[in-house]
């Protein structure tokens, strides 16, 4: 399966932005999806993943309550709708997945195998 994100700009704090990750491939609905983030000078960070039916999700403490990942199989594509936008929340957003129906926990161990090229959220103060 192919990934691409996109979505990202320049916000203001307590700003909203929704990103997307496309995926090509008549199979999607058999991957889980995970988003994770990379601030400049920072390590790779998960942010949410969800799972392949979307009845799963899980998110990184520091985005719960303002994250929210869904899907549309149908579309093939796969959102992150970031509410309440911090300056700390600045980063590269890119979107990846495990092997085909492997279990969305992988992605909490950064363990996917498909990966989307970034785009970049950057949230002034």
């Known amino acids: 399966v192919q990934l691409q994100a996109s979505g990202g700009g320049l916000v203001q704090a307590g700003d909203s932005l929704r990103l997307s990750c496309a995926a090509s491939?008549?199979?999607?609905?058999?991957?889980?999806v995970g988003w994770f983030r990379q601030a400049p000078g920072k390590e790779r960070e998960f942010v949410a993943a969800?799972?392949?039916?979307?009845?799963?999700?899980h998110y990184a403490d520091s985005v719960k309550g303002r994250f929210t990942i869904s899907r549309d199989n149908a579309k093939n594509t796969v959102y992150l709708q970031m509410n309440s936008l911090k300056p700390q929340d600045t980063a590269v957003y890119f979107c990846?997945?495990?092997?085909?129906?492997?279990?969305?926990?992988?992605?909490?161990?950064?363990?996917?195998?498909?990966r989307g090229q970034g785009t970049l959220v950057t949230v002034s103060s």
């Open positions: 990846a997945a495990p092997k085909e129906d492997s279990s969305w926990y992988h992605l909490l161990r950064y363990d996917y195998d498909y």
């Open positions: 491939g008549r199979t999607f609905s058999h991957y889980a």
């Open positions: 969800i799972s392949w039916s979307g009845g799963t999700t």
